[in-house]
């Protein structure tokens, strides 16, 4: 026992309270009225030891800053401590020592980055966000039940285990008084606890966020781009990008008050059934993913099994080569430990980033021997709506966001890092899908690789890596939707203590890839761009648009806000609607045959 005198809890000031999510204090909600006076959109002299964006304020926070091992407010606090050393015992150590940690390497840090990504799945599920490690373990390698409590201990991102027996929760108020004072104290924990925080830089959110933006999707945009048209979809795509980030930035900004993960976001301030309702969409967003890969793998398995028997070999229908990478597949998805799957991922992305790079060469090669391709529209006022889901479909790492705005060690650059990446990745996704419709016109394919010459090598090639990233980026993919599944059949019964519930959690598992794999199997090729849309007007435009409008609402002080959150929301409805209508359309009234590539004339010919 120290003989030191305890130290009462200091008072939070208000920079201190705006800290952003760096790490959850003691009050998992705090008051709508007295927060919001602070969060709300203040030029900088307001706020003189903020960061002003376009969007809002996100400041930084002395306490943020005494958190920081290599900060100057740490030294100074350093120096005015008292020494329990004896006062004469001289210093051991040179007045500038060189560090002895070696350099990083680039390969290291891509290493850590995947690490880092992976890992955040593991907030991803349907648990609640009891002190979610952000570097954690599996969901069966410890239970993590919390009785009692409706809304949550402290969350994490930095990693730490479940003992914290300190912290204790709340009872779930009332539905009238859900959105009022939540603040919670805890007389068990000081000021000397150190604040838990991120340690991701600007630059490694940015390729976090890349890597959640960035996917296989990008291969449905030239198609949609053709859905279109030329001039509407680039408009349009700018447009989604921009909608997207101001969204994102309002999830971020209710996060600052509604200290809970997104699904936990929805149940603190609507309640169960809100709740239940984001759980849905993710869950339904991930499996459409899932199920569009597939038809994608099981299309370039048959590009590239004729193009080796020159089109010899008819046994198997193009539909059925779905089910072959179940064999790899199903063993994947009981991984339970999400960096087990860091290495897989970062090799996912190194192929679709080369897939990218020989499309832009290729696209310009082809556009400047032998110019634009046939028929191409600035509008195309019959499908143009199907483009909208496909867009949204894009950018699919919403549920990203949040943990990766708490894992930064200074959260309040995430504005600025969120709207240089969105730029980025909005411009790859409009130069891919422009240059591809542009340099093939109307004969572009649902999945633009079957448009590149079948006897080239680097076309195989491709097609080989990208089928490979697809395998390896299905279980990552799948594992929120098998969480969800998971907490929602077994509750809290962890796989860690009973062999039985470990092994019904694996039949689950398996059963679902299986699942998505004969869903997959109903669509089949031809109608993959219409469930790409489908997908993206279904589960994603509610992500990205109506639920963090819908949050942001509860929390807004201002009228001018709330009015923005209703416009916002009533566009997402709007859209959802329209988009779905049309998307179900296409399908109902099939249209006119689309131009198919002959792969075997090539063959053929010689």
Request: hydrophobic share 45%; charged share 15%.
């Amino acid at each position: 026992m120290s003989n030191q005198p305890h130290q009462q809890p200091q008072p939070i000031g208000d920079e201190d309270h705006l800290a952003v999510p760096q790490a959850p204090t003691q009050a998992h909600m705090v008051s709508s009225a007295s927060v919001d006076r602070n969060l709300s959109f203040q030029p900088q002299q307001d706020l003189p030891r903020g960061r002003t964006t376009s969007f809002f304020t996100l400041p930084k926070s002395s306490n943020h800053n005494q958190s920081n091992p290599g900060s100057r407010a740490t030294s100074r606090s350093r120096a005015s401590r008292p020494s329990s050393r004896p006062a004469s015992r001289p210093s051991s150590r040179p007045a500038s020592r060189p560090s002895s940690r070696p350099p990083s390497r680039p390969v290291s840090w891509l290493v850590h980055a995947n690490s880092d990504y992976t890992s955040m799945y593991e907030n991803f599920g349907g648990a609640r966000s009891r002190r979610t490690s952000f570097v954690g373990h599996g969901d069966d390698s410890i239970s993590t039940a919390e009785k009692g409590g409706a809304f949550s201990r402290r969350s994490s991102f930095v990693g730490g285990g479940e003992s914290n027996e300190k912290l204790t929760t709340t009872s779930r108020p009332a539905m009238g008084s859900r959105v009022a004072t939540y603040i919670q104290e805890d007389d068990n924990i000081t000021s000397e606890e150190p604040p838990v925080k991120g340690n991701v830089s600007a630059l490694k959110a940015s390729f976090l966020l890349g890597k959640a933006f960035v996917g296989t999707g990008v291969l449905f945009l030239p198609n949609a781009f053709k859905n279109g048209g030329i001039l509407f979809s680039s408009l349009t795509l700018a447009a989604v990008a921009i909608i997207c980030c101001f969204a994102f930035l309002l999830l971020v900004k209710v996060r600052l008050v509604v200290r809970e993960n997104f699904q936990d976001m929805g149940l603190a301030l609507y309640g169960k059934w809100m709740r239940l309702t984001v759980l849905f969409a993710v869950a339904l967003s991930q499996i459409g993913f899932v199920c569009a890969y597939l038809i994608f793998v099981s299309q370039n398995l048959s590009a590239v099994v004729q193009t080796f028997t020159k089109c010899q070999f008819h046994v198997i229908a193009e539909k059925y080569y779905i089910l072959i990478p179940l064999v790899v597949l199903i063993p994947l998805v009981l991984i339970r430990r999400m960096a087990i799957l860091s290495l897989p991922s970062m090799l996912a992305n190194v192929f679709i980033i080369f897939g990218i790079v020989y499309l832009w060469y290729f696209s310009i090669n082809n556009l400047a021997h032998h110019g634009a391709g046939p028929n191409i529209r600035l509008f195309n006022e019959d499908d143009f709506a199907l483009f909208i889901g496909t867009a949204v479909f894009s950018f699919e790492g919403i549920g990203l966001i949040i943990p990766i705005t708490e894992s930064m060690a200074e959260p309040e650059k995430f504005p600025r890092v969120l709207a240089i990446t969105m730029t980025i990745v909005t411009l790859i996704f409009g130069s891919v899908g422009a240059l591809c419709y542009s340099s093939f016109g109307d004969k572009i394919q649902t999945i633009v690789l079957l448009n590149l010459p079948v006897r080239d090598g680097m076309t195989i090639t491709v097609e080989l890596l990208y089928t490979l990233a697809i395998i390896l980026s299905v279980p990552l993919m799948l594992s929120p939707a098998s969480r969800i599944l998971e907490h929602g059949i077994f509750g809290e019964k962890s796989g860690a203590y009973s062999f039985k519930i470990k092994m019904l959690k694996n039949a689950m598992r398996t059963v679902l890839i299986i699942i998505c794999a004969l869903v997959a199997f109903g669509i089949g090729g031809d109608n993959l761009d219409k469930f790409v849309s489908f997908v993206g007007s279904v589960a994603c435009m509610p992500l990205c648009f109506i639920f963090p409008a819908m949050f942001h609402y509860k929390i807004a002080k201002t009228r001018k806000q709330k009015i923005m959150d209703i416009i916002l929301g009533l566009f997402g409805i709007v859209v959802m609607v329209f988009t779905l209508y049309i998307t179900i359309r296409s399908w109902v009234v099939p249209a006119a045959p689309e131009a198919t590539v002959d792969q075997c004339a090539a063959f053929a010919a010689v």
